[in-house]
């Protein structure tokens, strides 16, 4: 499959930091390889959100933590495209954006990364009293509910400051992304892949989501050279999840998929912030119609208490903005 663009110069939209980089330069990268007679260019921006002059906040929404600036950049036409984690690509996009392609995805698995005191043990093994480094709801909500004897620490800043917490004592272990760890050259980090069955991973977890503008259907069909369509129904059906349960990154929901053949079957779960409730469901069809089965298991969940778990959560715990 091949498309043209008119301009000469496609500029693709991405954050600052190490891991957004290195994504977003394999992007440009395979652009290159397929377009040679094109130049593509990296934009690099934060994402505060706070040097917005021209479109309105309320276009923007009040989600999209990692992703408002790119948004914005698109919006005014100062970039094509924005080359995102799909996990911190919001399920509500703002109106004249939408998510043009996703490409091939990594391992979505959590990883185990630990201490050399804690190199003889697997996350079933740890001693009580362990402590975890994680600054995810999801995957704390989860463990507390196989592992309550552990203690959990919140985490901050980008792998490599992480990484260093660690190994200076300050955690026993930490629990990260396996496709983060392995975009960045830290695989021989990871001491143990966790198990879906302890462990499901985030919506859209190791795939790339590239956002575009929706009238703008030349870098539509550009974006869909390098989309991975095995990849893109598991993560249609995980956001569609996601959005009917209006979860965001800050919400212990979490997912599987799994596609054979034609048939793409779809597990999740809401969780408790105590770990003490996780209501687990499961369905399969179609992979033609995954965003159904999202809608289907989203219904399921809810019929077993889930909004019940999550409307708790979000009086609790406001999302961050």
């Known amino acids: 499959m091949s498309s043209a663009v008119s301009s000469p110069t496609i500029r693709l939209a991405s954050r600052k930091s190490q891991l957004a980089l290195v994504q977003t ?36 929404g009040d989600k999209g933590l990692f992703t408002k600036e790119l948004e914005l950049s698109m919006l005014r036409q100062d970039t094509d495209f ?31 990364v630990v201490h050399p005191n804690c190199k003889d043990y697997q996350i079933d093994t740890l001693p009580a009293g362990t402590v975890i480094g994680t600054s995810s709801l999801r995957r704390l909500a989860q463990l507390r509910y196989h592992f309550p004897h552990l203690e959990f620490k919140d985490v901050r800043g980008n792998l490599n400051t992480r990484l260093q917490k660690l190994d200076n004592g300050e955690y026993d272990a930490l629990i990260l992304a396996a496709a983060g760890l392995t975009r960045l050259g830290f695989s021989d980090r990871i001491h143990q892949v966790i198990p879906s069955e302890i462990s499901l991973h985030a919506v859209g977890q190791g795939a790339l989501g590239i956002e575009c503008r929706s009238n703008d259907p030349e870098i539509l069909a550009l974006l869909k050279n390098i989309e991975h369509q095995p990849t893109a129904y598991r993560c249609l059906a995980e956001r569609s999840f996601l959005r009917e349960l209006e979860g965001g ?5 979490g997912v599987n998929t799994v596609i054979d053949g034609d048939r793409l079957t779809l597990t ?26 999202g809608l289907q298991l989203a219904h399921k969940l809810k019929e077993q208490g889930a909004q019940e778990i999550l ?6 715990v406001r999302p961050v903005i």
């Open 25 to 60: 330069h394999w992007v440009q990268a395979e652009f290159q390889k397929l377009f040679p007679d094109k130049t593509f260019e990296v934009v690099t921006m934060t994402t505060q959100g706070d040097n917005i002059l021209d479109v309105a906040l309320a276009k923007i």
């Open 82 to 112: 924005a080359v995102h984690s799909l996990k911190d690509l919001p399920t509500h996009l703002p109106e004249g954006l939408m998510l043009g392609a996703i490409t091939e995805r990594e391992d979505p698995a959590d990883a185990l």
């Open 249 to 253: 990154c800050q919400v212990p929901i």
């Open 268 to 293: 999740g779960m809401v969780a408790s912030l105590d770990g003490k409730l996780l209501i687990k469901d499961v369905v399969a069809g179609p992979s033609t119609s995954a965003e159904d089965l």
């Open 311 to 316: 409307d708790k959560i979000f009086a609790e």
